[in-house]
């Protein structure tokens, strides 16, 4: 069996840096003790890119105790190897942690979300921008209801959350970079990760913002964040299409200055739905049979298709049913005509080539 990636990464590091410094009689117990944190944190990545970011960061020479030790030992240190590295493994650089591997209702530990947060701490603060704030994409935060030292809390279970400011020596200034990254950028989504103690793993109970910051009268102050996704019960697809084009009737026949008003107010996160539908199972040799025959050329317009698939070259037309699939038309290939996108949006919303009604 050979070994994956991440466990080459992690037993390139180990063998290089790691093992040769725990054994040298010349390094000192609080440097090896040092060391023993990096290789916790080397067994904690799950993805060799999360290796790869990590071990980018060793660029110049460093001034830290680990680095002169080692050093002076005549032993290699991460800059050292960091070349050597990315030569081997720089190709998984794209295989990290992604933000959409973070799912609402799984657990993970403090390690997971500050791996993800590039801070590799976990007695930091709660408070994880996702990149460089400003540039940042989401906002990790770690909240302990019972124990720690703030008292986070449900004000509804789930929904609503009291969530304390960073704070330095009892001052909750609203000018520390944590505390900006949620109050500058109201846009961006707050992951909120909660535990009710220590013992717990933390669980990812939804996507927040922050809708104020409320001062305490002895000056402490939290986040109101309110969860974001509102799942709604179940529809009917053919409903939601319907309702959406009738308000854009609506919309349409309102004037511009009622709608802009209603947009400067208007919430952009969209509500989320469970749709309920049906679909067919379509036969893959009928649409490749069709493709072969139309050899690139839309069956309607009989032009060229009009751009090729970026992922695999081939020109791009749509499979379509003359007699549709919910009228009772047969997926055969007699039935079906290969079209370029606007031949095809033709069919279904203009005037049909191959009308489905008598009308
Ligand atoms: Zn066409
Ligand atoms: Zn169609």
Redo the contacts with the bound molecule.
């Keep these: 069996m050979t070994s994956s990636a991440l466990d080459e990464a992690r037993a390139f590091i180990a063998s290089k840096v790691l093992q040769p410094a725990l054994v040298s009689p010349d390094i000192t117990t609080e440097v090896k003790n040092t060391i023993k944190n990096s290789q916790t944190w080397l067994g904690r990545f799950k993805r060799t890119g999360d290796i790869v970011a990590y071990i980018n960061r060793f660029q110049a020479d460093a001034n830290t105790d680990v680095f002169f030790a080692l050093r002076n030992a005549g032993l290699l240190t991460f800059e050292d190897i960091r070349e050597e590295f990315l030569k081997r493994f720089g190709v998984y650089s794209d295989d990290v942690t992604r933000l959409d591997d973070f799912i609402v209702g799984r657990s993970y530990t403090s390690s997971d979300l500050v791996i993800f947060a590039k801070t590799y701490n976990n007695l930091g603060g709660g408070i994880l921008p996702i990149g460089e704030v400003g540039n940042h994409i989401a906002v990790f935060i770690k909240a302990t209801l019972t124990g720690g030292s703030y008292s986070n809390k449900w004000l509804k279970n789930g929904y609503e959350l009291q969530y304390f400011l960073k704070s330095r020596k009892g001052k909750y200034l609203e000018s520390y970079l944590e505390n900006r990254s949620i109050i500058e950028f109201p846009d961006v989504p707050v992951y909120a990760f909660v535990r009710n103690d220590a013992s717990e793993r933390f669980v990812l109970s939804g996507v927040f913002r922050s809708s104020r910051v409320v001062t305490e009268n002895d000056g402490a102050k939290w986040f109101y964040l309110v969860r974001q996704e509102k799942v709604e019960p179940a529809v009917e697809m053919a409903k939601l299409e319907a309702d959406l084009q009738q308000g854009v009737t609506r919309a349409r026949a309102d004037s511009r200055e009622a709608r802009r008003a209603r947009l400067k107010v208007a919430d952009k996160t969209p509500t989320k739905v469970i749709v309920l539908t049906t679909a067919f199972v379509r036969n893959p040799d009928v649409v490749a049979e069709v493709l072969d025959r139309a050899e690139g050329v839309c069956e309607g317009c009989g032009n060229p298709a009009p751009f090729l698939r970026t992922t695999n070259a081939s020109p791009y037309l749509?499979v379509?049913?003359k007699l549709?699939l919910s009228k009772g038309g047969l997926d055969a290939v007699e039935n079906a005509v290969a079209?370029c996108a606007n031949c095809?949006r033709q069919?279904?919303f203009g005037s049909a080539r191959w009308p489905t009604t008598d009308g």
């Design positions: 749509e379509h049913h549709p079209l095809h069919e279904h």
